[in-house]
């Protein structure tokens, strides 16, 4: 059972929104591609938790905690009646070796050693569930999901699970016969409550409204300023001919203008302004009213 559902993270929501709109640098270019590459990973190794039976796991995911003021993430926690299963996923997708406890890539360039996160999160983990008065045994895995990573030189005793052991592994949880009781909810429900809102990781690029890209993007080629409304009820992408319903554009890029520029209200001119003026402003205050709460009147009224 999930507990608590993976989502998109903001930062590569943010990035999404910002690649299309400016010019990202490389520095931000890498992040980006980062970030949506260990997202996919992590999405793959959901797609492996969906067929556990509900009774006998409670899933948690993107847990953000602080154990003695020190702040860690863990992609996904299991837990099941005799033990809680950490899992640090990585969506690595060339040759690595390890040589002397350092790990390098096929092109000898040395990267951090994974497995130190790993145990980073598994001891701050284990101390908070001390505190918590929850006594039960902790294993921590770090999981490759990728088919065409393959790492040599690996000591066998090294607390790794490589693509090509994931079915076996997850038929060995299969075998689980025991089910999670209440114990085990409220550990679940107390972590949940324990978890930071915001990551303290998140690095966003300066931007601004007057300096940003405008226009509606394409949700097939993500083309920007390549959009007209031929005719109410929908828009056309003139890049990549898709069709969209207009309500549907609208309610999508004003989530992205809101997650842009929080403080910013949100009115008719400025998502007028926000499109490049694609659609007419009586169609968007009309689909404004509809789908928002109107603040306030005539020239300072905003929708919430």
């Not at 980006?32 to 990973?41: T, V």
């Not at 089910?179 to 303290?200: Q, T, Y």
Request: hydrophobic share 35%; aromatic share 12%.
């Amino acid at each position: 059972m999930v507990i608590k559902p993976r989502s998109e993270p903001i930062e590569l929501k943010l990035l999404k929104y910002l690649h299309t709109r400016t010019n990202l640098s490389d520095k931000e270019m890498n992040k980006f591609r980062n970030l949506e590459k260990g997202y996919e990973g992590e999405k793959v190794f959901d797609e492996l938790l969906e067929n556990l039976p509900n009774d006998l796991y409670l899933i948690l995911n993107d847990l953000f905690l602080e154990t003695n003021n020190t702040i860690y993430q863990i992609n996904t926690l299991l837990i099941s009646h005799e033990k809680i299963l950490l899992f640090e996923i990585k969506n690595y997708d060339s040759d690595f070796c390890i040589t002397d406890d350092r790990w390098y890539t096929s092109a000898n360039s040395e990267i951090k050693d994974p497995l130190l996160q790993l145990k980073r999160s598994e001891d701050l983990l284990r101390q908070l569930l001390d505190n918590l008065g929850f006594n039960i045994p902790l294993k921590p895995y770090l999981t490759f999901v990728n088919p065409n990573f393959f790492l040599y030189e690996a000591p066998l005793n090294l607390p790794i699970i490589f693509p090509t052991h994931l079915r076996r592994f997850f038929k060995q949880l299969h075998s689980n016969t025991v089910k999670v009781d209440d114990r085990h909810s409220r550990l679940a429900e107390k972590l949940i409550s324990l978890h930071l809102n915001s990551s303290p990781y998140t690095r966003i690029p300066n931007y601004a409204f007057e300096t940003i890209g405008k226009g509606i993007v394409c949700v097939s080629c993500q083309s920007l300023n390549t959009v007209s409304a031929p005719t109410e009820h929908t828009i056309f992408c003139r890049s990549c001919t898709l069709r969209e319903i207009t309500t549907t554009a609208i309610l999508r890029t004003i989530d992205e203008f809101k997650l842009l520029f929080p403080n910013k209200k949100i009115t008719t001119k400025i998502i007028y302004l926000w499109w490049n003026k694609v659609i007419p402003q009586r169609n968007i205050q009309r689909i404004l009213s509809k789908h928002y709460k109107k603040m306030g009147y005539g020239r300072a009224s905003y929708y919430v």
